[in-house]
């Protein structure tokens, strides 16, 4: 294990297994459907939104096409849900007399990044001095999914054992199968798009809290990122709220969508959180099935065959779901989201985003517009 030195970090404990979300909102333009870069107006309109804790509700991301929804701190999906819909509705409604809809996808069919302009910050212009070609690229849109944790004792148990479950939630959420006008191949372009930052992709297997902290005194003392925040990992500890951050989601289109992938990690952190709790040492598998996962899911989507276990053992990651889903049924009833959860069997039945988008694609002979207003008609809905 690398790094000498050790970088004390503090875990601000949540006594409870609380729920938070961010989903971030592509802002485009009524009649062109072309991005719009005009979410500095959009905030003016918008006002200060702010939650019970005093956090605001709505904040700037690295694009000016782009506005993230933030969650206060709750306990069930329903009221996570009902929450950011406020939101989302207040956004639609000071974005509309500027000619611009909402739309949530893991990236836009056919706008071209060089087009899009960059929300001044330091910290958005260090990012893109020193990543370039590759920052500039980052047209992307995610949902990032917090999970309180009592203890810093039991992160690495869990997001190793979570990893299991990577490719489920990638598939199922994939909605970026286009960039720049061309259909990739890929369910979620945005997933191997965002892993080329150099501090973001899969995490590191730690085996505990304390080799984290050498891995963070390490690239502290290299400068690899000035703070925790700068590690852009697709599950990561966040340390200043005390939980697990499961960033492997596409940009979801649908509320009924969000609520059932943010059920299914509640569940699955929940879940794995009170069997680490009870002494279970639980089964992972090693970084290079992990890799293999979610590249499956990103290229094939729902149709992936993934690895499930160490012994390199595989099945269709839909199959796979459904064992997950009932095994994870006692725990949706102890958190109140038994109605969300079953909500994530409809996904595969009536067709992730990723195949929407395709379908509507086809029937409208290729015309990509089709697509965006397909989109904004499901953030609507």
Known sequence: MGGAGLHTVHWNSSPRPTLGVEWEIALVDKRTRDLSNTAAEVFDAVGDLRATDGRPQVTKELLRNTVEIVS???DTVAEVVDDLSGTVDAVRRAADPLGVDLFCAGTHPFAQWSTQQLTRSEHYDELIERTQWWGRQMLIWGVHVHVGISHPDKVFPILNHLLLAYPHLLALSASSPMWSGLD?????NRALMFQQLPTAGLP????NWTQFEAFVHDQLKTGVFEQLGGMHWDIRPAPKWGTIEVRVCDGISTRAELSALVALIHCLVVDIDHRVSAGETLPTIPPWHVQENKWRAARYGLDAIIITDAASNERLVTDD?????????????????EKELALVAEIPQRGASYQRQRRVAAAAQGDLIAVVDALVKELDA
């Open 72 to 74: 206060g701190i709750h």
């Open 184 to 188: 990739t191949g890929y369910a979620s």
């Open 321 to 337: 779901l459904a064992d997950l889903l009932g095994r994870l049924e006692p725990t949706a009833k102890l958190l109140g989201c």
């Open 204 to 207: 590191f297997q730690f085996e």
